[in-house]
């Protein structure tokens, strides 16, 4: 089992137990704020499950159906998440008005607030742990769950520095404007995570410095070559696909063609994990005279 799949199993498993911590939280005090951070809790182990499911599937090899893989799939688990959150946070939202008309005084505070923090401590080194390994590993769906368990340590941080101010204040409505403190945040937080998700579905092109590189690799690796025009790029999953002309000379042979195609691929796939590229060689008629000259 690769390291992608074992972070999404682990993420289930944290889930699983942070989610019962933040619900005995609620249960002992009975906060609306307190519950709000165990539903989103429950989000998080359905997350985690698609997740696992997304990079299980992402690492399928090509098929006939699917001749450039299944990498593609860890963005509509993204997606998923990125709507269940908003629909926790709608459910939160609804919790948090009726606690408005009905303000309640809190049982037990300090050791619900103590069993939430420790909740929060775990999905704080778990979050951590999910962002970095997932940029490293490239994976989306690794990347977006860990940046919503972060948006859970910050909501968490805020709700149990609030409710430490109930005691004190005798303002019980705090309770209910904390939760829908959390919702809001969690409703952008899913709304980031939709967004993103739905430029790589897009086929966004590499971001302006990685294309830069790019350009420049392709300019002083194709000696013997006229020109690169066309250049194409986007990513899926942990894939980067690349795609340009190169112009030759017309009287090159193939071999030599191919030759500069294979120095090319190695210089790029060197700097630009998981590559895969395609080169459409022309004769020197074919020259635009415009994009990559090479150097």
């Known amino acids: 089992m690769d390291k992608i799949r074992k972070l999404a199993i682990g993420s289930i498993f944290v889930g699983t137990v942070v989610f019962v911590l933040k619900y005995a939280a609620y249960y002992i005090t009975g906060s609306i704020a307190l519950y709000s951070d165990a539903l989103e809790s ?6 985690a499950v698609a997740a696992f499911m997304a990079v299980r599937l992402s690492a399928a090899p090509a098929d006939a159906n699917h001749p450039y893989g299944h990498h593609k799939v860890e963005y509509f688990s993204a ?10 946070a709608l459910a939160i939202l609804r919790e948090a008005y009726f606690g408005f008309l009905a303000p309640k ?4 505070p300090m050791e619900g607030l103590a069993i939430n923090a420790v909740a929060s401590v775990i999905n704080a080194v778990w979050s951590w742990a999910l962002i970095h390994h997932g940029r490293r590993l490239r994976s989306p769906a690794l990347v977006a769950d860990g940046r919503h ?4 340590v910050v909501t ?8 430490l101010l109930v005691p004190f204040t005798g303002w019980h409505w705090l309770d209910s404007a904390l939760a ?24 966004e092109a590499l971001p302006e410095g990685t294309l830069a590189r790019v350009r ?3 300019a002083v690796n194709a000696e013997g070559a006229i020109e690169a025009h066309d250049l194409r790029t986007r990513h899926a999953g942990k894939m980067t696909f690349i795609d340009f002309h190169l112009v030759v000379p017309g009287a090159m042979s193939v071999i030599e063609a191919h030759d500069i195609c294979d120095r090319l691929e190695r210089a790029l796939k060197a700097d630009v994990e998981d590559a895969l590229i395609t080169i459409h060689v022309e004769p020197d008629n ?5 994009g990559i000259v090479v150097l």
């Open 149 to 152: 368990l972060f948006t859970d």
């Open 42 to 47: 429950i989000i998080n182990v359905v997350t």
């Open 79 to 88: 997606v998923l998440e990125g709507v269940l959150i908003i629909v926790a």
């Open 180 to 203: 829908a403190f959390v919702a809001v945040n969690i409703l952008w937080s899913g709304w980031g995570l939709i967004k993103e998700s739905i430029g790589g579905l897009m086929d």
């Open 105 to 108: 005084m809190i049982d037990a």
């Open 286 to 290: 074919k020259a635009k005279h415009a």
């Open 156 to 163: 968490s941080a805020g709700v149990i520095i609030g409710l």
């Open 216 to 218: 420049e690799i392709i």
